[in-house]
């Protein structure tokens, strides 16, 4: 797992995905409050949950976790998948969505 630290208190998922979206563009899709299930299908998940698709693909996700806390906000992006999934999807997708997080000036001003 990669973890983001922000310094602001109050950062939300729905902004989370609005910066990913732009970033990544039309081939991923984010959608807040998901995971996928055992299946790789799209389940509901606590609101601070944020799950990155490669495209239709079920096999390439990413999840970002939204940690807030009262000076700062953790982003935490750990990947999706089973066994050699997740090791693949750790250097991919998980690692291209820790990148933008990281890189967005959007996240770092005042909301």
């Given at each position: 797992m990669?973890t983001?630290?922000?310094?602001?208190?109050?950062?939300t998922?729905d902004?989370?995905?609005d910066?990913?979206?732009?970033?990544?563009?039309p081939?991923?899709?984010?959608v807040?409050?998901?995971?996928?299930n055992?299946?790789?299908r799209?389940?509901?998940?606590d609101?601070?949950?944020v799950?990155v698709?490669?495209?239709?693909?079920?096999?390439w996700?990413?999840?970002?976790?939204?940690?807030?806390?009262?000076?700062?906000?953790?982003?935490?992006?750990?990947?999706?998948g089973?066994?050699?999934?997740?090791l693949?999807?750790?250097?991919?997708?998980a690692?291209k969505?820790t990148?933008?997080l990281?890189?967005?000036?959007?996240l770092?001003?005042?909301?």
């Open positions: 990669r983001v630290t922000i310094l602001r208190p109050d950062i998922s902004e989370v995905v910066v990913l979206s732009r970033a990544l563009g081939d991923y899709h984010v807040a409050s998901s995971r996928t055992w299946a790789a799209v389940v509901p998940a609101a601070e949950t799950l698709r490669a495209g239709s693909n079920r096999v996700r990413a999840y970002v976790s939204v940690v807030r806390q009262a000076d700062r906000t953790r982003l935490r992006v750990s990947p999706g089973l066994a050699i999934d997740r693949i999807n750790s250097f991919g997708i690692r969505v990148r933008v990281r890189q967005s000036a959007e770092r001003m005042p909301g």
